[in-house]
């Protein structure tokens, strides 16, 4: 079902479609800056990546706004961001002469929509922020039958052409700080994700259950009362009944970065 509002439009995506048990809800602007054919072909994109990170999380307890900006390129969607301050906004640069499948196949809705299952933590931790969204776009694509490999071996070869930074007496915080000021954004993004690759793999050997669950029962409990990074680790070490968040965050920003990240990648 959709709503025509002044500036965009409201889409309630009913839970007979998707086996949700409430409708999601976003709202989309930007939309009559393209014809009627690329509004229909964008909008089944929105409606795909909302729905597979949904899948993943559940739905978030708000309402977003999806901004769609046309720019050409050499790609579907060239620039993505998130805006934080007030409704949690995605702002979405995109070529739509690309087909539905290109966009579908682009990681970077996943991306953006995965910034959102948690609070806006600041510049000093964008390293952490990026890294979660780095690691739980291939999560969502995995489970949407994307993915020709597994999340795993994605990880492996997104880390490795970046290890050299890492092989430093600095902790992994502060190289991937100082990658970010450089303009070095992957491989700053992706030692970072090495955290939540690291969480993951410790959730499962000692509880049982994977991050992407931990972080779904995170949007139910803690999502709009966090504010800060030591407010989102108490919670998820109190969810997951464990204190390896604290623990690692600890790893993170005290050991050096080459006993930290894998010592070679294959």
């Known amino acids: 079902m959709r709503l025509s509002l002044c500036c965009g439009f409201l889409f309630l995506l009913p839970t007979l479609l998707f086996g949700a048990d409430l409708p999601r809800t976003y709202l989309v602007k930007g939309a009559e800056r393209f014809s009627p054919e690329q509004q229909q072909k964008l909008t089944q994109w929105l409606d795909f990546g909302v729905t597979q990170t949904a899948r993943v ?4 307890p708000f309402t977003m706004e999806l901004h769609l900006n046309p720019r050409q390129s050499r790609q579907p969607v060239p620039w993505a961001n998130t805006w934080r301050a007030g409704v949690q906004s995605i702002h979405l640069y995109v070529d739509s002469r690309f087909s539905l499948q290109h966009f579908i196949n682009d990681w970077t809705l996943y991306h953006e929509l995965s910034h959102l299952a948690l609070p806006y ?12 969204a780095s690691f739980m776009q291939y999560q969502i694509m995995h489970r949407a039958g994307l993915l020709q490999q597994s999340p795993a071996q994605w990880y492996m070869d997104k880390l490795g052409p970046h290890r050299r930074w890492y092989k430093s007496d600095y902790s992994v915080t502060e190289v991937a700080n100082r990658l970010l000021t450089q303009g ?25 259950i994977r991050l992407t669950t931990l972080i779904a029962n995170y949007q139910h409990c803690c999502r709009l009362q966090d504010n800060t990074l030591k407010q989102v680790l108490t919670s998820l070490d109190t969810l ?3 204190d390896l968040f604290t623990q690692l965050y600890q790893k993170f920003t005290q050991n050096p970065a080459r006993n930290v990240l894998p010592v070679s990648i294959d």
């Open 121 to 132: 933590l600041g510049d000093r931790h964008a390293w952490f922020a990026e890294g979660f």
């Open 240 to 242: 997951s009944d464990t």
């Open 184 to 208: 070095k954004y992957p491989a700053a993004y992706w030692g970072s994700a090495w955290f939540f690759v690291m969480a993951d793999e410790q959730l499962v050997k000692q509880k049982g």
């Open 57 to 60: 999380f559940g739905d978030y």
